[in-house]
């Protein structure tokens, strides 16, 4: 079974930059993809950004392709999002997720549907 423990988050003034870290433990995923996804109040969680086992490939959402990057540690069982240029709009809880059954190409809803989720930390992007 794997455990997911995330870090980072806060709050940011609009146009700054925050950093989020996901570790894994127990039984390690790395053939499948990592992600991270974000829920904002009211809202359904949505895909924000995703990485291969090989960390060849990734996709992100469109919302956030310029100005997010993924990346991850197999050696480390970490995957982190390094957000820059956050905007409002971003205010969001964001998971983070292992399991992800992405090799290449673009993301597609079911590839999480078995997926292990983090706690979930809180992002709040105001001035």
């Known amino acids: 079974q794997v455990h997911l423990v995330q870090s980072g988050g806060g709050l940011m003034q609009p146009g700054g930059s925050l950093r989020l870290s996901c570790a894994a433990s127990g039984r390690t995923l790395s053939d499948y993809g990592m992600g991270w996804f974000r829920q904002a109040p009211g809202k359904e969680r949505e895909f924000v950004a995703v990485i291969a086992g090989n960390v060849i490939y990734n996709d992100y959402a469109e919302s956030v392709e310029d100005r997010f990057a993924i990346s991850r540690d197999n050696a480390q069982n970490t995957v982190t999002l390094q957000m820059n240029n956050l905007k409002p709009a971003d205010t969001a809880i964001y998971y983070c997720?292992?399991?992800?059954?992405?090799?290449?190409?673009?993301?597609?809803?079911?590839?999480?549907?078995?997926?292990?989720w983090g706690q979930g930390t809180q992002v709040t992007v105001s001035s």
């Open positions: 997720a292992a399991g992800i059954k992405y090799w290449r190409g673009s993301y597609s809803p079911n590839m999480a549907e078995r997926a292990t």
